[in-house]
């Protein structure tokens, strides 16, 4: 008989190229993310990004603003988005576009950081 190898996808890790990884890094740490300077280690609360410096500034393409204002890079469901709203803002995070309630019947809101990349964040309504 054999055994049943149990599988689980644990995480996963988006990756962005900058030109300036140290400012990106900055950005997240004044927002509360645990950051690995050496590795380009970006985490808070199950949300993982990684950032490799890169000279080729023109290939960083984030999604804003080439495919308009809703177009985010990395899309995270949240509970409590009001207090994590008022959290970033008062810790200077940079808008996207501020809190609103989208036609799919969610509170979002999105961040933008210094090279570009923007991360929504959602709660659905009940």
Same mark, same amino acid.
């Given at each position: 008989? &054999?055994?049943?190898? +149990? *599988?689980?996808?644990?995480?996963?890790s988006a990756i962005?190229?900058?030109t =300036? /990884?140290k400012q990106?890094l900055?950005y997240? &740490?004044?927002? *509360? !993310?645990?950051?690995? %300077?050496?590795?380009? !280690?970006?985490? *808070?609360?199950?949300l993982y990004?990684?950032?490799?410096? &890169?000279?080729?500034?023109?290939?960083i @393409? #984030? =999604?804003y #603003?080439i495919?308009?204002?809703d177009?985010v890079?990395?899309?995270?469901?949240?509970?409590?988005?009001? =207090?994590?709203y008022?959290e970033?803002?008062?810790k200077?995070?940079?808008?996207? %576009? +501020?809190? *609103?309630?989208?036609? %799919?019947r969610m /509170?979002?809101?999105a961040?933008?950081? #210094?090279?570009?990349? @923007?991360?929504g964040f959602?709660? #659905?309504?009940?």
């Amino acid at each position: 008989m &054999s055994a049943i190898v +149990q *599988r689980k996808i644990k995480h996963f890790s988006a990756i962005f190229y900058v030109t =300036n /990884r140290k400012q990106v890094l900055d950005y997240y &740490s004044k927002l *509360r !993310f645990w950051c690995d %300077y050496e590795m380009g !280690f970006v985490e *808070r609360e199950g949300l993982y990004m990684i950032f490799h410096e &890169s000279k080729e500034g023109d290939a960083i @393409t #984030p =999604n804003y #603003p080439i495919h308009g204002e809703d177009a985010v890079d990395v899309y995270a469901m949240v509970e409590g988005i009001e =207090n994590l709203y008022e959290e970033f803002k008062t810790k200077g995070a940079v808008f996207q %576009y +501020q809190l *609103r309630t989208n036609k %799919y019947r969610m /509170r979002e809101f999105a961040i933008i950081d #210094p090279q570009g990349y @923007t991360i929504g964040f959602g709660e #659905p309504l009940v």
